[in-house]
């Protein structure tokens, strides 16, 4: 490329921060939100079809649903950019909503399914109970009783996401053209380029190391049972 590793690859850091950042947030509140509403009421109708949504979109990889998006919303309804290449000059939701819900797609059914079975465990704990027994409603239950301790599990889940999210971003930024970090990684392996495969190498095992980090440490700080002595 003619330039230095640092050069090519800054840049790129930053553009897929920021694709992170969006699907994070995205992900992470619809996630939630399904994952609640599922394991409040255990095996009913509303339980039954998040679950089976939360499975489908999970069992579903980026590069199906990427092209089914942009069929539908690129090529049919017109509504969207089946490219995100421009998104480097100037960030819309024209042109950065496809590889945005495309990522984010696999990661809400997967943490809503953990919520999920997090809520359910909860609400069959026996301070729950008794929390029903002194007469509260059953939304003061959920919000003041539950959902505190039924998020312990999903929050882990969630900083695991991060190792996910740089694989998941080759496939998207490759398929949607987006000049991120997967895509340099791409263009370094075609082009042979040690020295950026190097870096990106160091940049993957240094997230996946601090996630890691910040994971068992918050952890620990929301489970009270848990402390490092």
């Not at 949607?176 to 340099?184: A, K, N, P, V």
Request: some cysteine; hydrophobic content about 55%.
């Amino acid at each position: 490329f003619k330039t230095t590793v640092a050069a090519k690859l800054f840049p790129a850091l930053g553009a897929t921060g920021l694709l992170m950042f969006w699907v994070l947030a995205v992900m992470v509140p619809i996630s939630l939100l399904i994952g609640i509403l599922a394991g409040m009421r255990e095996g009913s109708r509303t339980d039954r079809t998040l679950s089976v949504a939360s499975i489908a979109s999970t069992a579903t990889p980026e590069y199906v649903s990427g092209v089914i998006f942009t069929v539908i919303f690129a090529s049919w309804l017109g509504w969207l950019n089946g490219s995100a290449a421009s998104a480097s000059q100037g960030i819309t939701f024209y042109n950065f909503t496809l590889p945005v819900i495309t990522l984010a797609i696999y990661g809400i059914g997967y943490i809503a399914r953990m919520t999920r079975a997090s809520m359910v465990e909860v609400m069959t704990q026996q301070y729950i109970r008794t929390a029903r027994l002194k007469g509260l409603s059953f939304s003061s239950v959920v919000v003041k009783h539950a959902l505190r301790n039924a998020l312990i599990a999903p929050f882990t889940v969630i900083m695991l996401q991060f190792p996910w999210l740089l694989t998941g971003v080759v496939i998207v930024e490759v398929m949607f053209r987006y000049q991120g970090f997967g895509y340099t990684l791409v263009e370094a392996a075609g082009n042979n380029d040690i020295d950026l495969l190097l870096g990106c190498s160091l940049v993957s095992v240094f997230i996946v190391l601090i996630t890691q980090l910040i994971s068992d440490v918050g952890y620990a700080f929301l489970n009270p049972r848990i402390r490092v002595q």
